[in-house]
């Protein structure tokens, strides 16, 4: 009989930071989990931010199947800057009402793209129950009503829904403090419904999100977030518990935990918008990655950046063609080669893009819409491997997949579900 299967993902953990925790058995249900599995190193998408990540995660397709391209970009159809919250900085300045509708109910309604098919609605087709807590990319086929009226429209998710209280399938008990962020209040919401979901055994599929690892890695820097990490450990552990103890909860479930990102080391900020300097230009960033939207030639605009001080990488499209810039060197890009070129293009093919994006250069974060920064702690986005390499455990019969766009088509497998054609081409 096939088991049923968890997906965990950790917020922003390094494969550093995984690799040392499970090591020192600071984390002890992560550690139990490591040695029950295979492990290995495995690539994110860029930009390598969490709603980009999220969605390929729950998709398995790259930004260019999906369509999200950053935590911050221009609509160019409703003529509007869309933010995700970046910061809270950045939420004022965008607007709260207007960053709550689109980080909640429009990324999912509107912005994921009609034709890329989520693990929820794949699976629920063919009739198997899902389940996520959390999860920022939710879309599925059963609509749910918000638990505090007034706030936002209802929305379609999996069959068992749970988001921060505002979304809530059923009734768990579950409490939450959202004050409590920076003691991981989020996660343990995430562990009161995950250890009632696996009391009930409610679920086939469970995408169970943790993001509070993220949070303290952001303030602390990665090397600074163990305690955040042995919190998230505990979230984890309490499906282990509710099971009956690691033997019975194996014995029921297999698991792939992975983090969405990486994160490195925050020097110094730079406002994107001075070093673009183009009159015209709708300029996004946020973390360490930026778009810019223009009109016009685009190459000339893109060598500039690439010279100017805090950009890694500029990328840009001519002529149906994709290249990435650094420093004076042109190299031109195309999917399926691996590494950061695949990346690279997966973001310039997402239609939503700007007509050049740019990679932060190491140590270096963009301002955000509210000014905000991290410097002194840790931030990700980039091409750099810091921010796009990502531990990958799998408890279970298959290997680690090298990326997490290769997540889903996993999941699905699992299940004897065929995977979406640009899953299985990618
Ligand atoms: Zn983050």
Redesign the pocket.
Known sequence: MTKKLILVVI??LTPDAFEATVERRSSPTLAALAEAGSYARAVSTFPS??PVCLASLATGGGPDVHHIPHLVWYHRGEGRIVEYGSSFGAVRAAGTRRVIKDAIVEMNAEHLASDAITVYEALEDTGLVTAAVNVPCYRGRTRHVATVPGVVRPVNGPLRFFYYNLFASDVTGAPLAVRGRAVGSVDAYAAAVGRWLVTRDGFDFLFFYLPDY?FA??ALGPAGAEEALARSDRAVGALVDAAGGLDTFLERYDVVLCSD?G?THVERAVRLQDVVGEPGAIVTAS?RAGMVYLDGDVRPVAERLARSEGIGVALFREDDASYALRGEELVELAPGEGGWRSRAWHALANPNAGEVIVSAAPGVEFMDLGGRHHVGGG??GSLDDGDSLVPMLVVGDASPPPSITAVAPLVLEHFGVEAPAYARAA
């Open positions: 917020d922003g931010l969490t993220d890695s952001h990102h994160q973390n931030s990700h």
